[in-house]
């Protein structure tokens, strides 16, 4: 098997253009992966497949028709039912009507990648420090070869806030990270850029980011159209001059303060002159940043992305070779790309010290290979049969087998962590190499950013309200009741997501709504986690509330012993509910779920009997979707 370069800067991003949506995309190249190479023949075409509907739902925001999906793909529609119904078997679509929607448990796949990256564990703390500290957006970036992949954000809350994802690949040229990663590349990664630039010239391939078709214009840009005015008025103009043998692309350039830096790949010998440059486009003087960021330590982004947007980026390094970058992102309106490298430069530097000696401090990440992990595809086809994929969901549980302590495995412990034969897994590894999820170096494999752009963008903004809602759709529509999710908010709860029924009677309720906790079944079970939960100021809202905060203490100790909180009519008269909490990973109550009713259709033993029991399952399914969504990123409640 073939290895491919670059370990740590991932995968071929030629191959990461789609190519029948729009964008530019690679001959040969269906559903956007492979980058256009002969697909081995020990490929398993499902997964290709499979794949590629993943890759098409992530760049349609989450959410695509069927029929949509069939013509992006260009598969058939029989083809595109069965992958998306193996997808929905293993959670990580859900299908909704004629919609296929990607569901949260899809984001184990780029939990694998960043497990086994460990930056996120090691460094996240350290760029969310800086983020409070300076009040501005920071960002942590790893290389994809020629772009950049995010692996966190810690974001700033304003009316213009930073829109990238965790995930979100980036041209590298239109970057601060970029020019930093760059000074690692040799010439195989430099031709791989300007074949991707000539191809795709303005950015069509990077959805994330405006295309780079407007020129731009620098300070630097005014100084020098105002000299060639000067030129011109004295009657040396750009079209006077006959071009001198041996003229080509320029060898070194000025900096700001007057240094002059050789640019990669170029000939000695000749600067660049400002009347011979053409008009410039976002991107141009990448080599020309990339000399500058080798010589600095670090890298300025001055609204290469958008108007507004500016940044500042240095390197995280690890055994001498760049692990990440972090970046310092801002508006204009607060910093110009000057201020960034003139007041943020010192603490960016400190913070970037404190991120290289946890990495050099950190002991090594160890762990079992887990085993199994494949099981349930053998049970899923025996119940669903020919509708059943089972090569694709093989391989996609391959990619599972990764995480902390096992960045890299040999074949045979793929093997053993799936429960897949050998030559089974092997193909599965093939496939993937040849997507550019995987690299493959001597007898090992190691998984690649890319690896994230398999949902992890659209997903990586999801909140607990969206992530409970099919979940509390579910519920209402087995039971026929009204189903909440609520969180605390000081001694209220605030409903964040609700279905109703169609009865004439039902509680009317909307998201947003605020009520005291204290009389609520979401209230109680909330307030039953903290240590010192708010019981002042108790209001008979009807003859049954407690009102007696020694009573209502009692209450909630035994509502902490049985896990569920049944309020009969003290809300409100005619009004029975009963809740159970949703924790988090660690174990905190971030939220509950109940269902209410009118007294007179369920008594409350039967609330416990028949409600309980479903509630609780779906409190577990919606903690199920939380584990895995939040594992690497903080999930908003609202």
Avoid at 521 to 532: F, K, N
Wanted: hydrophobic share 40%.
């Amino acid at each position: 098997m073939a290895s491919n370069v670059g370990a740590a800067q991932g995968s071929a991003t030629g191959s990461e253009r789609p190519g029948r949506t729009g964008r530019a995309g690679r001959a040969g190249d269906p559903g956007g992966a492979g980058g256009g190479t002969a697909v081995p023949d020990e490929a398993v075409t499902p997964l290709i497949r499979g794949i590629a509907v993943l890759r098409r739902l992530t760049e349609a925001d989450g959410v695509s028709s069927l029929s949509g999906l069939e013509r992006s793909t260009g598969l058939a529609r029989s083809t595109v039912d069965r992958i998306t119904a193996t997808l929905a078997r293993r959670g990580y679509v859900r299908l909704d009507g004629r919609d296929a929607v990607l569901a949260p448990r899809l984001m184990e796949l780029g939990n694998a990648y960043l497990a086994a990256l460990r930056l996120p564990r090691l460094l996240d703390a350290h760029a969310d420090a800086l983020a409070d500290e300076l009040d501005e957006s920071v960002s942590l970036a790893v290389g994809d070869q020629d772009g950049i992949r995010f692996i966190h954000q810690a974001t700033r809350r304003r009316a213009m806030s930073l829109s990238f994802r965790i995930g979100d690949l980036l041209p590298a040229e239109r970057t601060a990270p970029g020019p930093l990663f760059a000074t690692e590349w040799g010439e195989r990664e430099w031709a791989r850029w300007r074949e991707r630039r000539a191809a795709d010239p303005e950015d069509r391939g990077f959805p994330a980011v405006p295309a780079r078709s407007r020129p731009i214009e620098t300070e630097a840009d005014s100084d020098s159209k105002a000299d060639s005015e000067r030129r011109n008025a004295s009657g040396a103009t750009h079209g006077d001059r006959s071009p001198a043998p041996g003229d080509g692309p320029p060898s070194s350039a000025t900096t700001d303060d007057g240094r002059i830096v050789p640019l990669p790949g170029s000939p000695p010998g000749r600067t660049p002159s400002p009347e011979t440059d053409p008009l410039r486009t976002l991107g141009d003087g990448f080599e020309r940043r990339t000399a500058e960021a080798r010589e600095d330590g670090w890298a300025l982004d001055d609204q290469l992305i958008e108007p507004g947007l500016v940044a500042i980026a240095m390197p995280v390094r690890e055994a001498g070779r760049i692990a990440c970058v972090v970046s310092v992102v801002s508006h204009t309106s607060r910093h110009t790309a000057a201020d960034l490298r003139d007041t943020l430069l010192p603490r960016l530097r400190a913070a970037v010290a404190a991120m290289e000696r946890e990495l050099s401090e950190a002991p090594p990440a160890t762990a079992a290979i887990p085993s199994g992990l494949a099981v349930w595809t053998g049970v899923s086809k025996q119940e669903l049969g020919r509708e059943f994929v089972e090569s694709l969901a093989r391989g996609l549980t391959v990619i599972t087998a990764f995480g902390e302590g096992r960045s890299e495995l040999t074949l045979t412990e793929v093997a053993q962590a799936t429960g897949l034969a050998r030559a089974t897994a092997r193909r599965a590894l093939i496939t993937l190499e040849h997507l550019g999820y995987v690299t493959a170096h001597a007898h090992a494999f190691r998984l690649t950013p890319r690896v994230l752009g398999l949902g992890f963008p659209p997903l990586s903004r999801t909140s607990l309200a969206e992530i409970a809602a099919p979940h509390l759709t579910g519920l209402s529509e087995r039971l026929r009741e009204s189903v909440s999710l609520a969180v605390l908010t000081g001694d209220e709860i605030q409903y964040t997501a609700r279905v109703t029924t169609s009865r004439i009677l039902s509680a009317h309720i909307t998201v947003g709504t605020r009520l005291p906790a204290y009389a609520t079944s979401l209230g109680r079970v909330m307030l039953a986690d903290l240590p010192d939960p708010p019981l002042s100021e108790l209001r008979p809202l009807t003859p049954r509330t407690i009102t007696d905060p020694g009573r209502l203490k009692a209450v909630l100790d035994r509502v902490r012993d049985e896990g569920y909180a049944l309020v009969d009519e003290e809300l409100e008269q005619g009004l029975r509910s009963i809740a159970v909490p949703v924790r988090e990973r660690g174990g905190r109550v971030v939220a509950a779920v109940n269902v209410a009713m009118h007294s007179s259709r369920r008594t409350p033993a039967q609330c416990v009997d028949e409600v309980l029991p479903e509630l609780l399952a779906t409190a577990g399914d919606v903690e199920a979707d939380l584990r895995v969504a939040g594992r690497f990123r903080r999930v908003p409640r609202a």
